[in-house]
C-alpha cells in the first residue's frame, strides 16, 4: 500500500535545489522524445541546448529572449507570493505594446530624445491599467481574477489585431496586418553593433533589483508575505487587503507592459499580430522556476529562453516544428510540480506481506 | 460476551517526537477506562493507531486475543472497534438518516427500523430526516454514536467528547455510555478534564510525553493526584478573583450589534448590547458555533457592521480595522492561533511585527526595521517565558502553549486598555493554562480590562467578574459571576432559561 505524508520541515537548501532536478528530468525527457522521434538523443539535444548559444549572436539572442520574461516573471511573483493569480500577463503585455506603440505611432516622422521614454511610460500604464481591470474586478464585485485576467487576454490579442488591419495599419503596407515602422528615437538603443540585445535588459535589471527591495526591506513586501502564507492573519492583523490586491496586480502589469513596449521599440520595431510568442504565459513557468525570487527569477528566465532558441535551431537543422519549445517548456513545469510534491510530501510503501504473514 | 482488548509494546516515533513509546495497556469490556493526559502526551496517536489511521512503527493490537492488523479505518470497523471523534465528520446539509445510510450496506428500510431501535433503547430524540446543520453539538455527537452502535461495535473510543456539550448535554452522554458499558461495550474515554475522569470512568491510565505513566482506580485518585501525575509536578492553584469592580468608568461599549450573513455556516447575531468597565473581565459563555466567531471578529475589526455603535474610552471606533483599533490601544488573540494570529511559516520576529503600532516604528517610512523588531521579540519571548530565545525560529516548531504565550505577549507589551481573546487555552497543558489565567488575572490587577469569549465554563468562572451566555447569536443577560453556577450556565448554553 502507499501512503503519503506531509514533511514536517523542508530544507530551504532544497527548495532552492529541486528547479535544477526539474530542469535535469526536462533535458533527459526531452531526450527520450527525441529518440522516439527516431533522432540521436545526444545530437538533438545538443542542437537544441548548447548550438543556440555556442556563439555570441547566440548569446545575445538568449538574453535578448530572457529579457521580457524576467521582466513579466518579476511583475508575476508579486501577484503570486500574496495569492492573486494573474494568469493574463499576456494581455497585459499585448495592451502595452498597443498604448506604447500608439505613441511611438504618434511621433512615427518626428525624432527627439524624449519620445523614447514616452513610449516606455506609456507601455507601462497601458499594463498597469489593464491590470486592474480584473484587480477591481475582483476586490469590489468578488469576481475570479484567474478568469477575468485569463479571458482579457483575448480581449487584448483582438484588439492588437484590429488596430494593425484597420485604423492603426501602414497606409503604404500592401495591406500587410501591421503599422507603420517606428522612429529611430522610438527605438532601444542597441547595446552592440550587428547583434539584437537593446537597452531593455536594464529595464529588467532594475526591476529584480527593485521588487527584491520591495519584497524584503518594506512594509508592503512583508503584507504581500503575510497574505501569500494567510488570507486569515492579514485581515487580522489590518492590513488593507483590497489596496495589496490593486497594488500587486498593477505592478505586474506595470512589468507586463514593459516588457511589451521593450518588444516592439527593441527588435520588432513596429506593431504586429505576433508581438510575442506568449511570453506572458510562458512567464508563469519561469516565476516558479524561480521560486519567486528574484535572483531564482533571473536564472529561469534564462533556461527557458534557451527553450525557444533551442526550439528554432531544432527546427532548422532537424526539421521539427519549433513547437517542441512548448513542450520543453510544458516539461518543466510538470518535472518541477512532480519534485515539489516529493518535496513537500513523502511517499511511504507499507510492506503488506511482511504483516499478513503475522495472521 | 466479555471483550478483551489488549495494546502491546506500542511505539510510533515522528521526526523529532516519540509520540508512543513502548505502550502497552488492557482494556476489559464492563468497565469504563479513562485515557488522561495533556496535550501532545500522545493520546490521540494511540487512538489513531486502535482506529487504523496511523500504523505503528511497532508493537501489536490484540482483540479477544486475536492479533489485529489496523492498516486503515475500514479495518477497525471490521473488528468492531468504533471511534467518535471530537470533530464530528458528519455532512451539514445531508439529514441525519442519509448520513447514516453513507456506509450502510443494507437497505433503507431495515436500516431505519433498526435506528429508530436504538434511538428508544437509548432515549435518543433526534428528528431523523432533518439536516444534519439544525442539530446541536450534542445531538450531532448522538448521530456519530448511533453510527457505531449500528455495527454493534465491542470497542467505542470517544475522543474528548465533551469539549463541545453543555453540562445537561454532557451528563446525557455519561448515562448512555454507562449504558453501553452495561450491555458489554468496551469503553475507552479519552479527555484531559479530571472530573470527568472521576464522574465516569472505573479505570484510568495517565499518558505523558508518549509513555503511559500510571493506571489506577478512579476510586482511588482525586483531581489533585491525578493532575501531578498528569503534569508531572505539583500544581500551584490559582485562586480565584474575588475583586468585582463597582462604579468605574465604562470603558467599552456596544451598542445595536447585529450582524446578518448570508452564509448559512455563519450565525447572525441579534441586538448586542453590553459594555466593559475598566479593570473587569467580562466572559462571554455559549456553545461553539453560537456566534463567538463573528462576534470576535466585529469586535476585532475584521467585520464592519452598519448602525452598530463601538465607543471605546469615549471614541467611536464601529468603522475602524484592526490596524486602526490597536492604535487606541485594544488587542486582539483569536481562537486560532495556528492559522490565523501567527502564521507558522513565519519566523517568530516576523509574526511579532503582525501587531504593529505608529509608535512601535517597526516599518519607519515603510521600510522594515529588522534590529528594532528583533530587540521587541527578544523582549517578549523572555517577558513572557516563552521556551526559546531565537527570534529567527520559525513559528510552526513551537509548542502550542509556547505559540500561545508569544502570541499574548505580543498583544499585551503594548499596555492594551483592552484586550479581547477567545479561547486562549483552547488544547493547551495544565501548566500553559495556569500561565495565561495568571496572565490574564494580572491585566485585571493593572486595571486594564478584558473580553473573555470561551467554551471552558471553569474558566470562564474562574476569571470573569461578569458573564454573559451567547446562544444562537443572542446574548443574555449579563451576570456578575458569583451568582453563576456552573449548572446555570450549561442551562442558558442549551438555550433554556433562568429566572
Known amino acids: ?359 | 460476551m466479555a471483550t478483551d482488548l489488549r495494546i502491546s509494546n506500542i511505539s510510533k516515533i515522528y521526526p523529532g517526537c516519540i509520540a508512543n513509546d513502548n505502550v502497552s495497556l488492557q482494556f476489559k469490556s464492563g468497565k469504563i477506562y479513562a485515557l488522561l493526559g495533556e496535550n501532545g502526551a500522545g493520546k490521540s496517536t494511540l487512538v489513531k493507531i486502535l482506529s487504523g489511521v496511523i500504523s505503528p512503527d511497532n508493537g501489536e493490537v490484540f482483540l479477544n486475543e486475536k492479533n489485529l492488523k489496523l492498516s486503515s479505518p475500514l479495518d477497525a470497523k471490521k473488528n468492531k472497534i468504533g471511534m467518535v471523534f471530537q470533530h464530528f465528520n458528519l455532512f451539514e446539509t445531508l439529514s441525519v438518516f442519509e448520513n447514516l445510510s453513507i456506509d450502510a450496506t443494507e437497505d433503507n428500510k431495515s436500516l431505519r427500523l433498526r435506528i429508530n431501535e436504538i434511538l428508544k433503547k437509548y432515549n435518543f430524540s433526534i428528528d431523523l430526516d432533518v439536516p444534519v446543520l439544525n442539530l446541536s453539538a450534542g445531538q450531532k455527537q448522538k448521530v456519530e454514536i448511533i453510527r457505531c452502535l449500528l455495527r454493534s461495535p465491542k470497542v467505542l473510543i470517544m475522543d474528548e467528547p465533551t469539549s463541545v456539550l453543555t453540562e445537561q448535554e454532557t451528563e446525557e452522554l455519561f448515562i448512555s455510555l454507562k449504558k453501553f458499558c452495561d450491555e458489554g461495550i468496551l469503553i475507552i474515554y479519552i479527555t484531559h478534564k479530571l472530573k470527568e475522569v472521576l464522574s465516569l470512568c472505573d479505570e484510568v491510565a495517565v499518558m505523558r510525553k508518549g509513555k503511559v505513566v500510571s493506571v489506577s482506580q478512579t476510586q482511588n485518585e482525586r483531581v489533585e493526584t491525578l493532575a501531578n501525575k498528569m503534569v508531572g509536578q505539583k500544581l500551584a492553584k490559582i485562586k480565584k478573583k474575588i475583586n468585582i469592580s463597582k462604579n468605574k468608568d465604562e470603558i467599552f461599549k456596544v451598542k445595536h450589534l447585529n450582524f446578518y450573513s448570508d452564509d448559512p455556516f455563519e450565525t447572525n447575531l441579534v441586538n448586542l448590547n453590553f459594555s466593559v468597565k475598566k479593570g473587569e473581565c467580562l466572559g462571554i459563555a455559549g456553545i461553539s458555533g453560537n456566534g463567538q466567531n463573528e462576534l470576535f471578529q466585529i469586535l476585532s475589526g475584521e467585520i464592519i457592521t452598519p448602525d452598530t455603535s463601538i465607543i471605546f474610552r469615549n471614541k467611536e471606533i464601529a468603522k475602524l480595522n484592526p490596524k486602526q483599533r490597536r492604535e487606541y490601544l485594544m488587542a486582539f488573540s483569536p481562537e486560532d492561533r495556528i492559522s490565523q494570529a501567527a502564521v507558522p511559516e513565519l519566523k517568530i520576529y516576523e509574526n511579532v511585527a503582525l501587531n504593529n503600532f505608529k509608535s512601535s516604528n517597526f516599518f519607519e517610512k515603510g521600510l522594515v526595521n529588522e534590529k528594532k523588531i528583533k530587540e521587541h521579540s527578544k523582549k517578549i519571548l523572555s517577558d513572557f517565558s516563552v521556551n526559546t530565545d531565537n527570534v529567527e525560529l520559525k513559528s510552526q516548531f513551537l509548542s502550542g502553549g509556547n505559540l500561545q504565550k508569544l502570541i499574548l505577549g505580543r498583544e499585551l507589551i503594548t499596555a492594551p486598555e483592552l484586550l479581547i481573546c477567545y479561547n486562549p487555552t483552547w488544547g493547551l497543558d495544565v501548566g500553559a493554562i495556569n500561565y495565561i489565567h495568571e496572565t490574564l488575572i494580572k491585566i485585571n490587577d493593572q486595571e486594564k480590562s478584558t473580553i473573555l469569549i470561551s467554551t471552558d465554563t471553569e474558566e470562564l468562572l474562574k476569571l470573569s467578574d461578569r458573564i454573559a451566555v451567547i446562544y444562537k447569536g443572542k446574548l443574555s443577560k449579563i451576570m456578575p459571576s458569583v451568582e453563576v453556577t456552573p449548572e446555570k450556565l450549561g442551562v442558558l448554553m442549551g438555550g433554556g432559561s433562568i429566572d
Open chain 1, 1 to 359: 500500500m502507499i501512503k503519503i505524508e506531509k514533511r514536517n520541515d523542508v530544507p530551504m537548501a532544497l527548495y532552492f535545489f529541486t528547479p535544477f532536478i526539474a530542469i535535469i528530468l526536462t533535458i533527459l525527457g526531452g531526450g527520450i522524445i527525441f529518440y522516439i522521434l527516431g533522432f540521436n538523443p545526444i545530437e538533438a539535444l545538443k542542437f537544441y541546448f548548447i548550438t543556440p548559444i555556442s556563439n555570441l549572436y547566440g548569446f545575445s539572442e538568449l538574453l535578448l529572449k530572457a529579457t521580457p520574461l524576467c521582466l513579466i516573471a518579476i511583475g508575476l511573483s508579486f501577484c503570486f507570493k500574496s495569492n492573486n493569480w494573474n494568469i493574463g500577463a499576456e494581455g497585459q503585455l499585448t495592451f502595452g505594446a498597443i498604448v506604447g506603440g500608439g505613441v511611438a505611432l504618434l511621433f512615427y516622422n518626428q525624432e527627439g530624445f524624449y519620445i523614447l521614454p514616452l513610449v516606455i511610460l506609456a507601455g507601462a500604464i497601458g499594463g498597469m491599467f489593464f491590470a486592474l481591470i480584473p484587480a477591481i474586478l475582483k476586490t469590489y464585485f468578488n469576481t475570479n481574477e484567474i478568469l477575468v485576467s485569463l479571458m482579457l487576454v483575448y480581449v487584448s490579442k483582438l484588439l492588437l489585431d484590429y488596430l494593425v488591419v484597420g485604423p492603426w495599419s501602414n497606409p503604404e503596407g500592401f495591406n500587410f496586418p501591421e503599422t507603420r515602422q517606428f522612429s529611430d528615437s522610438s527605438r532601444m538603443p542597441l547595446l552592440f553593433e550587428g547583434l539584437r540585445i537593446h537597452a531593455g535588459i536594464f529595464l529588467a535589471l532594475a526591476a529584480v533589483m527593485l521588487s527584491w527591495f520591495i519584497l524584503y526591506k518594506t512594509y508592503l513586501g512583508f503584507q504581500i508575505k503575510v497574505s501569500g502564507l494567510s488570507l486569515k492573519t492579514a485581515k487580522y492583523a489590518g492590513f488593507k487587503g483590497k489596496t495589496m490586491i490593486l497594488v500587486v496586480f498593477m505592478i505586474s502589469g506595470a512589468c507586463a507592459g514593459l516588457a511589451g513596449v521593450g518588444e516592439i521599440t527593441g527588435p520588432i520595431g513596429q506593431l504586429h499580430r505576433m508581438i510575442s510568442p506568449d511570453y506572458g504565459f510562458t512567464a508563469i513557468i519561469v516565476a516558479f522556476l524561480g521560486r519567486l525570487n528574484p535572483f531564482g527569477i533571473i536564472f529561469a528566465s534564462l533556461v527557458v529562453a534557451l527553450t525557444y532558441l533551442g526550439a528554432e535551431t531544432a527546427q532548422i537543422f532537424l526539421q521539427i516544428p519549433k513547437y517542441t519549445g512548448q513542450v520543453f517548456q510544458g516539461m518543466i513545469l510538470f518535472f518541477l510540480l512532480a519534485s515539489d510534491y516529493l518535496l513537500f510530501f513523502k511517499v511511504k510503501i507499507l510492506n503488506l506481506k511482511k504483516n499478513e504473514l503475522r495472521h
